[in-house]
């Protein structure tokens, strides 16, 4: 198993998307990887306005750190991360400030900056989101979708603004699902633990077995609303 320091350019995903243009159909088999992201790119997803899809990571050690406005590992500024697969190992995610550890980055109008198909398999994940960002969801106005993590052990701790999992600032975090192991997420000042954002939802959200512990930030419950935003569609099994 190698080594692996990928750092992207002002507008670029540190593995993935560049200004404007794709990085698709990217396998790297374990090692020591260190993804950062541009100003406006993802660790590891979109850059400006550019799509990183079709993305697998299989084992080892997996750091993504985010710039300002991408996620640790999704979106971009107006950027989609899609298609995004990382099987087992260590995970160590964190967005920028408008962007979430795992899902969207920062958009405009709510529909772009997007981080969907994400799906993360027998790991220990750590997901951090920046000031406006869930953890595991969505960033500021850019919605994260279609989030499966499945076993291991989940910790998400929101940004000021976010969900510990679920919604960000004016965004969505919907279709998460989380299957076994232990979940300890925490929502930003203004976030849920699980469910909405600062006039962001989290919606059709389902963590099945295991053990979870959820806590809301000052402005947010540990399993429902934020500040200004809604938590829907909630199944804990």
Do not use: Q
Request: proline fraction near 0%.
């Amino acid at each position: 198993d190698g080594e692996i320091t990928a750092k992207g350019g002002k507008h670029a995903a540190g593995i993935g998307g560049g200004y404007g243009g794709s990085g698709s159909d990217i396998t790297i088999n374990g090692g020591t990887i260190t993804a950062t992201g541009g100003e406006n790119g993802a660790g590891i997803g979109g850059g400006k306005g550019g799509t990183g899809s079709n993305i697998t990571i299989s084992g080892g050690v997996v750091t993504a750190i985010g710039g300002y406005c991408g996620s640790g590992v999704g979106g971009g500024y107006n950027g989609e991360g899609s298609n995004i697969t990382l099987k087992g190992g260590t995970i160590t995610s964190t967005g920028g400030i408008h962007a979430a550890g795992i899902g969207g980055g920062c958009g405009e109008g709510g529909s772009t900056g997007t981080g969907t198909d994400i799906t993360i398999s027998n790991a220990t994940v750590t997901a951090t989101g920046g000031k406006d960002a869930a953890a595991i969801g969505g960033g500021y106005y850019g919605p994260g979708s279609n989030i499966i993590i499945i076993s291991g052990n989940v910790t998400a701790n929101g940004g000021v603004n976010g969900a510990g999992i679920g919604g960000g600032r004016s965004a969505s975090g919907f279709n998460i699902t989380i299957n076994n192991g232990t979940v300890t997420t925490t929502g930003g000042a203004n976030g849920a633990g699980i469910g909405g954002g600062h006039n962001g939802y989290g919606s059709n959200i389902n963590i099945e077995d295991g053990k979870v512990i959820t806590t809301g930030g000052a402005s947010g419950a540990g399993i429902g609303g934020g500040y200004g935003g809604s938590g829907s569609d909630i199944t804990i099994n």
